[in-house]
């Protein structure tokens, strides 16, 4: 068990409206201290290890230059690595190692959370595809298939993207498909190495500037097949993950909470959660819900995130972020993104209760307490 009030790393912090106690890790290795975007775990298995974001105003952004930390509760200590400059939402942990990937350039890099370790080269994008065309991402947010064998890599390359697996035994990287704007967020299935949940995403044109929106948000892809999306007519949705079935997936419905949708009948499931409307995490059994809401949408927006008992159907509130309309708040992605970890006995988030960004955490046996 994780022991967040024994530890002198973190500072409990109790919401004054719903008594909820959450842990903020106080012990600063940056002053931007984040959770991973919430498709992927930031905890091992065994609850050693917590990896999260770290920025250095004004150096880098969400999309270029932040890099990682990882607390180690066995020896009580954070840990900061320079070497782990990463490209938007890359870093995967491995849950039962501990090490961290991560995406830059055309590459994926490992490293260990041990400080006396170097960063690894994994693999990287061939340059007869590359063709010395700058690459913005090599991978939204990086998913290994079910079998263990690769990642997928959803690139940004020049003005094309460019989705297909890239073997962690550094052999070829196999091309799925090729799109002429910008399709993201794309996960690998955790029970199917041959299928890919991906978004559609609002397109800037990089030579014109004009904006294209999302009109159909969830695709998926099979290995050797075309791409085609989910629902059978276009529909906007925003922020999707994997059910651990590999028969469904989830997305938020902003006027709903989130949606459960069956990939083979195309079945929605409602779940109303206003308390998730910008995104939301299931608990791998699908009782609970944790998510985020904001008021109106800008970087840098006030928040809350909370938590939802769907035995019960009652929810509680976590905390309530302050807005952080500053360079911090619109260039770091500090977005809640809450997740479930640890074997979903904890929730993790980001903050702004204390006026800084920091990373934290929460019991989820005390929010089931308070919604039961």
Not at 131 to 136: A, G, L, T
Not at 230 to 250: A, F, K, N, S
């Amino acid at each position: 068990m994780i022991e967040l009030a024994k530890s002198k790393l973190f500072t409990p912090w109790t919401d004054p409206e719903s008594g909820v106690t959450s842990y903020i890790l106080t012990q600063k290795v940056a002053p931007v201290q984040e959770a991973f975007y919430f498709v992927n775990n930031s905890l091992t298995r065994d609850g050693r290890y917590w990896w999260f974001y770290c920025a250095f105003p004004p150096s880098g952004t969400a999309a270029q230059g932040r890099t990682l930390g990882v607390v180690d509760f066995a020896t009580q200590e954070v840990r900061h690595f320079p070497d782990t400059q990463f490209n938007h939402a890359s870093p995967f942990v491995d849950v039962e190692t501990g090490d961290v990937y991560w995406g830059m350039g055309d590459a994926v890099w490992r490293r260990s959370p041990h400080p006396g370790d170097d960063a690894v080269l994994v693999n990287r994008l061939p340059e007869e595809l590359t063709m010395r065309r700058p690459i913005e991402r090599v991978a939204t947010h990086l998913t290994k298939s079910a079998d263990g064998r690769a990642f997928f890599i959803d690139a940004s390359v020049g003005l094309q993207f460019v989705f297909g697996a890239l073997p962690v035994d550094g052999s070829d990287f196999e091309l799925w498909h090729t799109f002429q704007r910008n399709y993201n967020h794309a996960q690998f299935s955790p029970t199917d190495p041959d299928c890919v949940l991906f978004a559609q995403e609002n397109h800037p044109d990089p030579i014109t500037g004009l904006r294209f929106n999302i009109v159909d948000r969830l695709w998926l892809i099979r290995r050797g097949e075309q791409p085609h999306p989910i629902m059978p007519t276009p529909t906007r949705l925003t922020h999707e993950w994997w059910d651990p079935d590999g028969q469904h997936v989830y997305c938020i419905k902003s006027d709903v909470g989130v949606w459960r949708v069956n990939l083979f009948t195309q079945a929605v499931e409602e779940i109303p959660f206003p308390g998730g409307r910008w995104h939301s995490h299931s608990s791998a059994t699908g009782q609970y819900l944790i998510g985020d809401a904001n008021p109106r949408f800008y970087r840098g927006c006030p928040s809350t995130v909370n938590f939802l008992n769907r035995e019960t159907g009652k929810s509680v509130r976590l905390v309530n972020n302050p807005e952080m309309p500053n360079y911090t708040g619109a260039k770091y992605h500090i977005d809640p993104h809450p997740r479930f970890g640890f074997g979903d006995q904890v929730v993790v988030f980001t903050t702004t209760v204390r006026g800084v960004v920091d990373v934290a955490m929460a019991y989820t046996a005390d929010l089931i307490a308070r919604t039961s």
